[in-house]
């Protein structure tokens, strides 16, 4: 049973437009959120993170929105770039346990 | 940011044939480190959580005696597929945590082929 899902595995996008990029997660343990980028044949690399206190975090383009209530995040991108292009996961964790548990990824197609 | 070190990159090896991988913590020590797994199209599952000094935490269906992890130190972990088969082929990575709570930096990870 998952526990983090990522119902789109793919998402095409303009550049210059907004990417969102969705999560939905069932446990109501997770208390912490962070979305990671991966090219292939290399490790994530993080982006950006929210705590469950929040309802929103921001840095630079990227912009994470938590919604407690139906256990849902969401990735925004703005502007997007071609070198935006890449697989997004999305990752939360609970209560101090530091191991994360991933979504099967977004895979996220810039175009110019 | 902090750095995560992991080699080999790529390994392709007999089936049979035991393997290690090295995980590094280069600028923080690293109490904690984590091996996952990630088979195509599919999520990282997490395999064990390494902890320094002491056995590894396996998760649900992964063979403690197939998958040895050794944490020696606060900057390194090993994991040694032990006796590979091809159904082991996968891409491993690890990861470290820093002082920063829930932020896990990852390695580069490591392509495991078995012929």
């Known amino acids: 049973d998952q526990q983090v899902k990522q119902n789109s595995p793919s998402l095409s996008v303009q550049e210059g437009r907004i990417s969102i990029l969705n999560c939905d997660y069932t446990?109501?343990?997770?208390?912490?959120f962070l979305w990671y980028k991966k090219y292939p044949a290399e490790g994530p690399t993080f982006l950006i993170s929210?705590?469950?206190?929040?309802d929103k975090n921001e840095d630079g383009r990227f912009t994470v929105f938590l919604n407690k209530s139906a256990k849902h995040l969401s990735l925004h991108i703005v502007p997007s770039q071609p070198g935006d292009s890449a697989v997004y996961f999305c990752?939360?964790?609970?209560?101090?346990?530091?191991?994360?548990?991933f979504g099967k990824g977004t895979t996220l197609s810039v175009s110019s | 940011g902090a750095v995560v070190s992991q080699h080999p990159s790529r390994v392709i090896c007999k089936s049979g044939t035991s393997v290690k991988i090295e995980c590094r913590s280069l600028?923080?020590?690293?109490?904690?480190m984590f091996w996952y797994r990630q088979f195509p199209k599919q999520s990282l599952m997490l395999m064990a959580t390494?902890?320094?000094?002491?056995?590894?935490?396996?998760e649900q269906g992964v063979e403690k005696d197939k998958f040895l992890i050794n944490h020696a130190s606060l900057t390194l972990s090993t994991l040694t597929v032990t006796s590979a088969h091809p159904e082991d082929s996968s891409f491993y990575i690890c990861?470290?945590?820093?002082?920063?709570?829930?932020?896990?930096?990852f390695g580069s990870g490591t392509q495991l082929s078995v012929l």
């Open positions: 990861s470290a945590s820093s002082d920063r709570e829930g932020q896990l930096f």
């Open positions: 446990n109501s343990m997770f208390d912490y």
């Open positions: 929210i705590s469950s206190i929040k």
């Open positions: 990752a939360a964790s609970a209560l101090g346990r530091k191991a994360l548990i």
């Open positions: 600028d923080f020590q690293a109490t904690t």
């Open positions: 390494s902890n320094e000094g002491s056995k590894a935490t396996y």
